[in-house]
């Protein structure tokens, strides 16, 4: 609730502090005192735009702050500002504050930490409701209507939104299972060439990379098969040099044994021709090796060049034809399985739309039931407040299909009709300003809402009454008081003597400067207000015993 505003530099209120508490805070004075001014103040920290106007004359900038308490603060307060990236600790007051400059221009902070005035606007609802002549928020905006009547009604709208869900994402499923099906049947005929093609070619892994080491190995064959024939001329035959090798060797092992220098010679000749023969071997084996069969090279080249150009065409490696074959395999594989895919999800899909449907149905015929006991309820409450005549029709209709959501199925939207056999209508544009308070107070005693903004504010809710519906008016105010914060802005003395606490504003000027002032009235000063309020300017003996009574009635 809200529990301090400080003011600075607003129009005629030069500096103020505020402080409020619970039950019902009644703001009287004159007409012209400056009422207005605090509301004015009020709606900066809520996000209201900021008139350089609202600066004081001769001030260079204005301030307001307004500090909120809770037990437990909001999900939504949280929520918004934890999107925002603020942080509150446990038990710590929301400070808002405002300031704007005289030139023009305004910075919001919360906790002394920088906020949008889009966020202090997303706040707004949560922390203060105000329900003024004009009034284009609270009960009179259609968009609460339907959380309200369900609160009413008791409906737990958290299982139906669970149900929503679940239809919506079967229902999703089953829509990109039709899509994906629809696009690999137009595909069909161009994944079937594809996979023949790839099968004819039948890509096996690793084979790029065996292929291009034999086309290498036999090109390096080519290159060098001049000189391996060459070699090959000089290691063959009878006068090669390593039969040449063998003779020597022969005819040194008949005389090694006359002298060790032979012997050591016929070793290191034995080694030669081991050698010689290694080497003769070896170039055997090259020869074989890099043969360069001008065919086999060809076709080598040739199906390199295939598995290549078939691999940019499917924009992938060569090593990855055998997958993409199996992905073409899966694809048409899915083809063949779809429609019965599709058939479990159309299932799924019914289901959770039988479900959802039917808890739907449930809530729109409690929404019903709650719409006609709520109706009767404000009748009870419209007469004493001089709204005998009029009458609210809590209007629960049916929406189309696609309109439905987690909401259910249902627009919800209180119609009041201010005549006999009149037609009924939307609550703000039949009612006028006076008659929509209070018919906005019926409303409000009548569904006992616990729900809504931490602070409520009636903004001269008893403006062209007086006598008994006055006081009507005021012991429903206090009623609704009772369990939180409610300030009322009053010209009426009934409703005055009902508050918990009562604040008098009233301007003053010294010639020069006039400025608006808020007092916090002790029992004396009530008791003198609320005399005034009942005689007019001057105030009689007569006035302030009737003061004593109507103090004393409550």
């Known amino acids: 609730m809200l529990t301090r505003l400080s003011i600075r530099n607003i129009v005629l209120i030069e500096a103020l502090d505020l402080e409020f508490g619970r039950g019902l805070g009644v703001l009287t004075g004159e007409t012209g005192a400056g009422k207005s001014i605090l509301l004015d103040a009020l709606g900066l920290v809520l996000g209201n735009r900021a008139e ?35 942080e509150l600790e446990p038990g710590e007051p929301l ?5 704007l400059k005289a030139d023009g221009g305004s910075k919001a902070w919360i906790n002394d930490q920088p906020a949008g005035v889009a966020l202090l606007r997303e706040l707004a609802p949560h922390l203060v409701e105000l329900h003024g002549q004009h009034d284009d928020r609270g009960l009179v905006n259609p968009r609460g209507h339907r959380l309200l009547l369900d609160r009413y009604a008791g409906a737990d709208a958290a299982v139906l939104a669970a149900s929503w869900s ?39 892994a690793g084979e790029e990379a065996r292929l291009a080491e034999t086309r290498a190995t036999m090109q390096k064959g080519e290159k060098l098969s001049g000189d391996l024939e060459e070699l090959r001329h000089i290691w063959e035959g009878s006068d090669s040099p390593l039969a ?37 071997e070896r170039l055997q084996r090259a020869a074989g090796v890099l043969d360069h069969d001008p065919a086999a090279l060809d076709a080598a080249e040739t199906r390199l060049f295939e598995l290549r150009a078939i691999a940019r065409k499917h924009r992938c490696e060569v090593e990855q034809l055998p997958e993409k074959m199996r992905e073409l395999r899966t694809a048409l ?16 899909a019914r289901r959770t739309r039988e479900r959802y449907e039917a808890q739907a149905r449930a809530l729109h015929d409690l929404r019903v039931e709650a719409a006609g006991r709520l109706d009767t309820a404000v009748a009870g409450e419209l ?27 249902d627009s919800v939207e209180f119609l009041i009709s201010t005549n006999p056999g009149a037609e ?20 409000k005693v009548a569904l006992a809402e ?73 029992e004396a000063g009530r008791q003198e207000e609320i005399a005034r309020m009942l005689s007019g300017a001057e105030v009689t003996p007569e006035a302030r015993a009737q003061a004593d009574r109507l103090l004393e009635g409550v």
Do not use: N
């Not at 400070?95 to 300031?99: E, S």
């Not at 919506?168 to 079937?192: C, F, N």
């Not at 062209?464 to 609704?480: C, K, N, W």
């Open 333 to 348: 594989d899915a083809i063949e399985g779809g429609e019965a895919e599709l058939d479990a999800l159309e299932d799924a």
């Open 95 to 99: 400070l808002i504050r405002r300031q």
């Open 244 to 280: 040449a090798l063998r003779v020597a060797a022969r005819r040194l092992d008949r005389i090694a044994p006359e002298h060790p220098l032979l012997a050591e010679a016929l070793a290191a000749l034995d080694r030669a021709v081991i050698e010689a023969g290694e080497a003769e």
């Open 166 to 204: 679940g239809w919506r994402g079967a229902q999703q499923r089953l829509d990109e299972a039709r899509e994906r099906l629809d696009q690999a049947k137009t595909d069909q005929d161009l994944l079937l060439a594809h996979l023949s093609e790839l099968t004819a070619l039948e890509p096996q």
């Open 450 to 522: 616990q729900g809504g903004a931490a602070t409520v504010i009636f903004d001269e809710i008893d403006r062209g009454v007086g006598g008994a519906v006055a006081s009507a008016i005021g012991e429903r105010l206090a009623r609704l008081a009772s369990g939180g914060q409610l300030l009322a802005v009053t010209h009426s003395p009934q409703v005055a003597a009902r508050g918990t606490t009562h604040y008098m504003i009233a301007k003053s000027s010294d010639g020069t400067v006039t400025r608006t002032s808020v007092a916090r009235l002790d």
């Open 383 to 409: 007469a004493p407040l001089k709204l005998d005549s009029a009458s609210l029709r809590t209007s629960v209709a049916e929406l189309a299909e696609e309109r439905w959501g987690a909401h259910g199925m």
């Open 52 to 86: 350089s106007a609202l600066v004081r004359a001769g001030a260079e900038k204005a301030a307001v702050t307004g500090t909120f308490e809770f037990a437990a603060l909001p999900a939504a307060v949280a929520e918004a500002l934890d999107d925002a990236g603020l």
């Open 424 to 443: 009924h209508a939307p609550l703000g544009k039949i009612a006028s300003g006076g008659e929509l308070s209070r018919f906005i107070l019926a409303l």
